[in-house]
């Protein structure tokens, strides 16, 4: 007994752990800087300029009790003496290198305030409420790394409406949510060079707002890699979202035979009829297909006078030749109103749809009904593409194709709700990829998607762009993007076109071009309080199972426990 | 343990001259610091020069050929003119507290000057706020001057050179316009450390 109480003793007496006591560290104060260009901070001779990184946070501790939290977005070396430079001193020698750090020779770190802290009042939640910073703090004030408490305070907690994307860096231990229902409201993109981890990014997206149920998705999954299971970069397959969401999500596909192949359930092919086709869904393709002006005025001219059934009649044309007297097309040509030459380039230009096994001459089912059908329920839409993924026409075709009867048919319900919230149709995410090739700066004004991009949420439609050279999207477009979430890019018109209407963006240019290839990803805009730099969460089995998955002992625990429940007491053995 | 080290002999608010008959090996010695009671006061210094001066008997025997030991031992410790040693002043202290300005009042003739050393030095040079009254002194090896007495500062603490870092980074400030001072100070205080 009196061992056990020597013992309580020496440990409530021994010192707590470091990490327990782990002091804020001071960094340096702040020197200069304006709110537009951002705090010139002086480092401290304590802190080592090569453990400094840009995107990492700094809070600075202004006079007013204000915490302003802010980004480092430059690390620098300076002295006093400009001379320095040319004759520098003797630093072979331990004492004179001593002397001179941190004294004639200091770092300087560019930080750029973001959000500003007020003084915790303690009771009240709402005072410690993040807002935007309207003023710098005063020549020197101390600048501390922010510690977990400040980022938590500032990225908020997981709940219903925030959802985990990943750690800042350098902090394994804090989460950085996003505001799942603000990037829904508005276009959102994922950007980054090819192999920087976009697709995974943005499965990792479509996964929260499916769990969170912010809003519902249409995927035009170009490479197949949204619906089952793909193959990641390491050579082990990922799960798609079906797997994950078993009866909230839907898989339609353009290829039944690659759907086969890849083992992917599918729950509907999709056919579209030539009939279906107007001409507006090929003048989408004048880029791709080369048509000129003139021939695109003859496709809308062939509509009136050929009736529903034009591409057929062209097309037909084209194949069989003569059969019986004159054709509808002899007859424009000999009116002379349609030149030989451009109904050859048409016929010849269209010939491509022959390809397309998914186009048929006739269908009777109406795929845009039976997806709308689909997101009434509330149901995820992924449409593989199968091979026709690596035939642009066929995806610019298709997305085109549904995207504008879709969306149409939304400002029809959207009109009709009226403003009455419970009647309007859920909100709609379009995600495409390869989006320069949708939104164009030549095309973009007039495409459907140009439009969604534009109005914002006025019709519950939103787009995910998911895409790898975002300056071939259209500025204006770019500029109502809402939430941007950034790999790595390399390129600087892309970079440019990244920080397009974002204020700050020279000092974040400097966070982006330094990204790690893989993992890491800038997110700015709309769905966060402000960028970020994350080590990405990975998409693998935690992800999983936060989002409510089981599989392999988990998923026989849950079977044995149910089969119980349904059996109900082991012990009872029946009446007789 | 205080050495007297002689009366002053002239006086103002920045320098004084102490007179001191021999030249003993503890006293008087340059860059060293001293301090001498003014009334409720004392006053702090640092010794910049030490000097002797010739008199008609010296340069008597100076020239003679065969000079006796007695002679130059008599010479040496009954001269006629004192040795002179210079003092620049760096401060004083009122009321226990020790300020590095320049005081109030000059120290006045025939004051003892007495050394400072040992934790009256570690307690002058606590601060470094009188390196500008070194320094800024162009007629006086200055630089020559702080570099002995923070060597001596250095010397009367355990952590010598942690001290003598501080106080090079104080000089790397004062100094940050001119690198070629500051080179030649930081090296006289290195080749100590």
Sequence with gaps: MQDHSELDEFFAHRPPAPEAVAEVRRLGIVVSGSLSKGLGVKLDRGAVVEGMAVGRYVVVHGQTGRRFFSIITDVALDATNPALEKTPPDTSDPFLSQVYQGTATFGRLEVSPMLVLDPSTGSEPEAGEPKPVKTVPAHFSPVYEATEEDVNRVFGAGDERHFYVGNPLDMENVRVHLNLERLVERSSGVFGKSGTGKTFLTRTLLAGIVKQDTAVNLV???HNEYGWESQAEGRHRVKGLRQLFPGKVSVMTLDPESSRRRGSKVDFEVHIGYDQIEPEDVDMLSNLMSLTDVQINALYFLRRRLGKAWIEKLLAEGEAGEEGGPSELDMLLEDGQLHGGTLGAIQRKLGLFRRFDFLRPRVHEDVVGKIMDYL???????LEFGRYGSTLEAYILVANYLTRRIHGRYVQRMEAALGSRTDEPKPLVITIEEAHKFLDPAIARQTIFGTIARELRKYNVTLLIV???????????????GTRVTALLDNEADIRAVFTGVSGAGELRQVL??????QQALILGHAVPMPVVVQTRTYGPELYAEVGHVEGEALQDRLTRNVNLLQGDQEFEGFE | MEIQVGRIIRSSTTRFAVGCRVLRPEVPV????VKVPVLDDEVYGLIYDV???????????AVQEEVRAEHIEDQRRNRQVPIEVGVLVVGYRRGGTIVHRLPPQPPTSLDVL?????EGLVEFTRRFDYFRLVLDNRDLPADELLAANLRYAAEARSDGQAFLVDAGRELARLLNMDLVRLDGLLRRLRDWA
């Design chain 1, 220 to 222: 035009f999954d170009m």
């Design chain 1, 376 to 382: 009434d329920r509330g149901l995820h839409v992924i």
């Design chain 1, 467 to 481: 895409d790898q050279r975002p300056s071939g999207i259209d500025e204006e477009v770019m500029s109502q993007i």
């Design chain 1, 513 to 518: 071009a330094r990204l790690d290839t893989q």
């Design chain 2, 30 to 33: 340059f860059g060293s610091l």
């Design chain 2, 51 to 61: 000097c002797m001066e010739d008199d008609p008997y010296v340069r008597q025997i």
């Design chain 2, 114 to 118: 007495y050394t400072c050393t040992g």
